[in-house]
């Protein structure tokens, strides 16, 4: 016999098991499917930044959620902890973005006058306060709120707290197709079976494209591969997170050190590429230049989602309000975890909402746009 549940997820990276998490938590039965091992794609290819101020200039609805995202992690590490006893290894010493040019510093320097937390670093400040950063920049802006977390524990955290509360996680479980087979009944077929779910969400990444297509829609997601490395370096001594031209470098606290990430887009392979790599290191050197004695540990890549935007969608399939999608979160995805979890549960429980969000993130947006 068949088990009905209440809300079937289709992906089970950081943003569906967010999203699972926020729904167990109010007593919704939860059916996450993954096609691999959950958390093992996008999500554990990611540095686990949470960038809000560095990744994203605009003061628009999208930043202002993000903030909230950001903000959310300190009520999720207590939460989790407590339920699942996983450390998230939520790191809240900040972020330098470095400026190597007056020009770079003047375009920094600016970004003070709109947001009031963040601070002008003088390079002498810098250097006192991190050391191994190279002689040669300017100054930086110094972003407190910009921190870091593991999505590996993160996810581990959402998917056992999960559990717990009564959600089910089925693993190497591809979904291969979405059919309304009653009234408020769904059919989601799979190899192993098929299970019957009264709503469904959508959250597989940069795969979901593929539901776009079935369930009707003219949205489109791609990828743009993204390639890191680690290194291990016992001399060298970073606390803050270091950004520039798009690349980082995030210590992670146990000697460490991420970097990332190339953007190469329309690439499906997962494998990093030499070039890729040298890219990375080429730009890495000049933001502190003792990294280049570390000891390269590994390197990886995976696949961010991207719409035509750059933003995620975030909302109700438009003729079908008991379907919906999370997903085109592209470069923050861990970011904008927490955040998508509980937007997604408030529009299941059908809960007020912001609307600037909804239209900031809805799947009608861009036709929306096209006929103001």
């Known amino acids: 016999m068949q088990k009905q549940y209440d809300v079937g997820i289709v992906g089970g990276g950081i943003i569906g098991q967010s999203i699972a998490y926020q729904l167990a938590k109010e007593g919704i039965s939860v059916l996450v499917l993954d096609s691999h091992k959950g958390g093992t794609g996008a999500t554990s290819a990611a ?14 609805a999208f930043f202002q ?12 590490r207590d939460e989790l902890s407590e339920l699942s006893q996983i450390n998230i290894q939520l790191v809240d010493k900040g972020m ?10 003047k375009v920094l320097k600016k970004a003070i006058e709109d947001y009031e937390t963040l601070e002008w670093h003088t390079k002498e400040t810098v250097l006192q306060n991190e050391p191994h950063v190279s002689d040669l920049i300017v100054g930086a802006l110094f972003i407190p709120e910009d921190g870091h977390v593991s999505p590996t524990h993160v996810c581990a955290a959402f998917s056992k707290s999960a559990s717990l509360l009564g959600a089910t996680f089925k693993e190497n479980t591809p979904v291969h197709s979405i059919k309304k087979t009653a009234a408020n009944e769904y059919t989601l077929s799979t190899p192993q079976g098929d299970y019957l779910c009264s709503k469904v969400v959508i959250a597989n990444g940069v795969w979901s494209g593929h539901f776009f297509k079935q369930l009707g829609l003219e949205v489109s997601m791609k990828p743009v591969k993204g390639e890191c490395l680690s290194v291990q370096g016992d001399h060298l001594n970073l606390e803050k997170t270091l950004f520039y031209d798009h690349c980082y470098i995030v210590p992670k606290g146990d000697g460490r050190f991420v970097v990332g990430a190339t953007m190469i887009e329309d690439d499906w392979s997962t494998t990093p590429s030499l070039g890729g790599i040298q890219s990375l290191i080429e730009k890495v050197t000049p933001m502190m230049p003792s990294i280049t004695s570390a000891k390269l540990l590994d390197t990886w890549a995976g696949l961010r989602p991207q719409s035509d935007d750059g933003k995620p969608y975030i909302g109700q399939h438009p003729e079908d309000d008991n379907i919906y999608f999370a997903s085109g979160h592209y470069r923050n995805g861990i970011l904008l975890a927490p955040k998508t979890g509980t937007m997604i549960r408030d529009l299941i429980l059908k809960r007020k909402q912001n609307d600037e969000y909804i239209h900031a993130f809805s799947l009608t947006r861009k036709l929306t746009q096209t006929t103001r």
């Open 47 to 60: 540095a686990g930044m949470l960038g809000a101020n560095s990744e994203l200039e605009n003061n628009d």
């Open 65 to 76: 959620f993000a903030k909230e995202s950001q903000r959310h992690y300190h009520i999720l």
């Open 96 to 105: 330098y973005k470095l400026a190597m040019t007056e020009n770079e510093a």
